[in-house]
């Protein structure tokens, strides 16, 4: 007796892989990182200046990031300074908060695309009472 494929109970996706990226990471999240460049300045510039392991000085960051397989998929980094930079299309509350938990310091402020800071407001390391800022700044890029 032949079943249908779609009498079959469906095999649920996988949580996505969250972690802390440390040395030799870098080339995974540059790949990522690379085709979004007019709204990841800030990370690559200070990925390249400073690499990725946070030891508190400036530049450097704590950068979490989801993996689909070995691939970047999303990212926080939450440098010396307090800020939390973002490339989070999705999974961007889960990735502030494990940014904010390893690197051990407050959030100062929220840096990214417009969705991907609302998205990461949501998270609990968030306080709505800490934000100074909010506002909304357009980016422009010019094809060359």
């Not at 494929?5 to 469906?10: A, E, F, G, T, V």
């Not at 030799?24 to 990925?47: H, I, K, V």
């Not at 946070?54 to 970047?72: I, K, S």
């Not at 609302?118 to 890029?141: F, H, K, M, N």
Request: no cysteine.
């Amino acid at each position: 007796m032949r079943t249908d494929p779609r009498d079959r109970p469906s095999t649920p996706m996988p949580p996505p892989h969250h972690r802390i990226l440390g040395p030799g990471d870098e080339p995974a999240l540059e790949a990522f990182l690379r085709p979004r460049l007019a709204s990841s300045m800030f990370l690559l510039s200070n990925l390249r200046a400073a690499g990725i392991v946070d030891r508190g000085r400036p530049y450097e960051g704590t950068y979490a990031a989801a993996f689909d397989g070995t691939a970047v998929t999303a990212v926080a980094a939450h440098y010396w300074n307090g800020m939390v930079v973002l490339q989070a299309p999705d999974q961007t509350a889960a990735l502030t908060g494990l940014a904010a938990r390893a690197a051990g310091r407050a959030i100062a402020g929220l840096l990214g695309p417009a969705a991907h800071v609302e998205a990461a407001r949501q998270a609990p390391a968030i306080s709505p009472a800490a934000v100074q800022l909010d506002e909304t700044e357009s980016l422009y890029r010019l094809e060359l």
